[in-house]
């Protein structure tokens, strides 16, 4: 028994730079909180929990996991409809479940196991073709949880959710003409979404996007403050806890969603090339381990995985720069969160899975 097989993986290099990667999160994280210990230590003992839990995936067979997928996906449905009814509110928004002491964000799963889903029943017949009926019943499937998630509400997600049914989509061969139907379709819909679902402090958030300095103390604050911190990082940065942005708290969200602000003014431009060299190595891993899967099933789902690791390394990173709007997504490995941190571990041990079975 060589030394892969004896914990179940095949992917040693991928495992390897996932710890150093989940490391240097931590690392950050104390830096980020103020060398807070409590917060660390709970981050901590949740990334022993999802390295448990993406071992154990890693076991099953992407067949069986096929088999499951329905019923994965009519269980994520209920639990969304659970949150609406008896979910946890903060700050007007209910988004968390409360189970066994611990809180839990359903849609932050949904970005994993809609593709999944779609992945499934796009394979589920022997015709691959997508025709008209498995373009209708495969919107259906991504737009039933984005409408739950809407009512929490948080528009976020639902975005990322539908981006993430889409890559999906697009990698499964969809036709060009369905292609522009559905671009179309959003361009039409596009001023009504504006008018009559964005909430007052949505719309504000993108027209921030446009001019920060329109509004530097109320909603352009945070994005002036993220820019401030990622340029003043220079070159080779102020150092570990020495980043002023961060450590004199005028940095907002800095454990979470602009981590990568306080990464870039500690560690500068050449930091943040080693850290996007670490992220390249595990996308280039995701690559080669799509390009051996064996089954429809197994390439499209790791695809779709590959694409959405890049998808939400590219929007925090733009969020902390100001070329997107900020819409609450998490930096991979490093920002503080357990139902990020559990999505992203589950997407990793079906490539595990996927890799083994190849």
Known sequence: MNRDNLIGLTDL???IFIVILSLVGLAILYSATNQNLDIVLRQSFRLLFCFVLMLSICFIDTNKLKIFTPYIYIASILLLLFTLFWGHDSKGATRWIILFGF????????????????AWYLSISD??????????????????????????????????????????????????????????????????????LLLPYQKQRILTLIDPGSDPLGSGYHIIQSKIAVGSGGFFGKGFLNGTQSQLEFL??????????????EFGFFGVIILFLFYSIIIFRFILITLRAKSYFAKTLSGSITSIFILLIITNISMAIGVLPVVGVTLPLLSLGGSSLLSIFFAFGIMFSIARRS
């Open 13 to 15: 290099l991928l495992f």
């Open 127 to 196: 015709d691959k073709e997508i025709d008209i009926k498995k373009l209708f019943f495969s919107l259906i499937i991504i737009f039933l949880p984005i409408v739950f998630i809407l009512k929490q509400p948080d528009l976020g997600t639902s975005l990322i959710v539908l981006i993430c049914g889409m890559i999906t989509l697009f990698l499964s061969g969809l036709k060009t003409k369905h292609i522009s139907f559905i671009v179309i379709s959003f361009l039409t819909i596009a001023p009504l979404l504006w008018k009559f």
């Open 103 to 118: 809180s839990f964000q359903v849609s932050e799963i949904l970005k994993i196991i809609l593709p999944m889903t779609l």
């Open 252 to 265: 907002p969200e800095r454990g979470t969603d602009f981590i990568f602000a306080v990464f870039a003014e």
